[in-house]
């Protein structure tokens, strides 16, 4: 059997991805629809999957159900782009400034915790780096119950947690 090469590609492509989502530690839960989050989070952490980290600049991944527009939005909240660095007159940075004088600029601003849409049963892990999507997995709740989506958090977290083991060799 031939194999073509963008066939060839993307399964390099894919053995490359789980790599990676082996090497990772610290993951931000962006907020979700039905508190999935939440759950998500509790099942990571009493796992010892990953570290849950609340501080987004901590992340190495960032979780969520959501990519495209609404994603884009929420990402240049969480990480703003930083304004190049003031001159002075004669070209030189501006190093007179206090450091913290500009911090405020930089704070992340978050509403309340509202996920930026309903959530269709897709969930993805993001590469902080690259934004790249480095695992990805679709598990939906049968209803909002809270049995339901700590159950479907838990098949998350088990799929998450079988892409992260090594491959046997």
Request: hydrophobic share 35%; no cysteine.
């Amino acid at each position: 059997m031939k194999f073509k090469p963008v066939l060839l590609l993307a399964i390099l492509g894919l053995a490359a991805s789980a790599a990676d989502v082996a090497t990772v530690s610290n993951v931000y839960i962006m907020p979700m629809a039905g508190g999935m989050d939440q759950y998500l989070a509790l099942r990571m952490t009493t796992g010892s999957v990953m570290q849950v980290v609340t501080d987004p600049q901590k992340a190495d991944v960032i979780m969520t159900d959501r990519i495209g527009g609404g994603f884009d939005e929420k990402w240049k909240e969480l990480y703003p782009e930083k304004p190049p660095a003031a001159k002075d007159d004669k070209g030189k940075d501006d190093k007179s400034k206090d450091k913290n004088d500009d911090k405020d600029i930089y704070t992340v601003q978050r509403g309340a915790s509202q996920p930026i849409s309903r959530g269709r049963g897709a969930y993805f892990l993001i590469d902080r780096q690259t934004r790249n999507v480095i695992w990805s997995t679709y598990a939906r709740p049968k209803s909002n119950d809270p049995n339901d989506v700590n159950h479907t958090a838990d098949q998350i977290v088990k799929e998450l947690a079988k892409a992260r083991k090594p491959k046997a060799q």
